[in-house]
């Protein structure tokens, strides 16, 4: 199976600060058909998680802008440009390149 | 817009059986992968069981295969998860989810395994 190691596991941060997120891959997530299925997700406290990007930096649609991704091969990032209160939660990367598709352990990120 | 309910979790003792639904809404059912996903208390996330838009194709992680039959019903646009010879381990909030790259999530269904 990929392993999928996030670091850190936990992630304090003032608000209007930036954090950045970071997720790597036991495998190259290159999929033969040249695309990178390395994706991103937001659990809020008592939600279900949320897709934030898709495929390595696509924004899903009313994300805010301040959520980038990046990255390539086995080397990922997750970055929020501004912490808000709104994004306290954990934040989990997945691959879908190979089967089973797996999750990395989680980020939790809280405010200072 | 995208719905998907997940419904007939509970507390059941180790051995028993469950069968999982998740009704979808708002999208062409057909055309899309669908996916299980649990979640045990306080851990991560784990993919367990997808299948195609066709049942052509189904894959299961290891910890579930042999035990757990996903499966779905296209005229009900409803998705199934059959699970057999439950264990402690199981216990999880499993969630239904839409498409390869997951889009969209249910609310979750809570299963507890527990004599």
């Known amino acids: 199976d990929v392993v999928m190691t996030q670091s850190p596991l936990s992630l304090p941060v003032t608000l209007g600060q930036p954090a950045s997120i970071s997720c790597r891959s036991s495998?190259?997530?290159?999929?033969?058909?040249?695309?990178?299925?390395l994706h991103w997700f937001q659990q809020r406290p008592g939600q279900s998680p949320r897709r934030l990007i898709y495929?390595?930096?696509n924004r899903d649609s009313g994300v805010p802008d301040r959520f980038s991704g990046s990255g390539s091969g086995t080397d990922f990032t997750l970055k929020i440009s501004r912490v808000e209160a709104e994004d306290v939660g954990v934040y989990y990367c997945?691959?879908?390149?190979?089967?089973?598709?797996?999750f990395g352990q989680g980020t939790k990120v809280e405010i200072k | 817009q995208v719905q998907l309910v997940e419904s007939g979790g509970g507390l059941v003792k180790p051995g028993e059986s469950l069968r999982l639904s998740c009704a979808a809404s708002?999208?062409?059912?057909?055309?899309?992968?669908m996916n299980w996903i649990r979640q045990a208390p306080g851990k991560g996330l784990e993919v367990i069981s997808s299948?195609?838009?066709?049942?052509?194709?189904?894959k299961y992680a290891d910890s579930v295969k042999g035990r757990f039959t996903i499966s779905r019903d296209n005229g009900k646009n409803t998705l199934y998860l059959q699970m057999n010879s439950l264990r402690p381990e199981d216990t999880a909030v499993y969630y239904c989810?839409?498409?390869?790259?997951?889009?969209?999530w249910g609310q979750g269904t809570l299963v507890t395994v527990s004599s």
């Open positions: 989810a839409r498409g390869e790259w997951l889009p969209n």
């Open positions: 708002g999208f062409t059912f057909t055309d899309f992968y």
């Open positions: 299948i195609s838009g066709s049942s052509g194709s189904t």
């Open positions: 495998q190259s997530l290159v999929y033969s058909d040249g695309n990178t299925y």
């Open positions: 495929k390595v930096s």
């Open positions: 997945m691959q879908n390149t190979h089967w089973p598709w797996t």
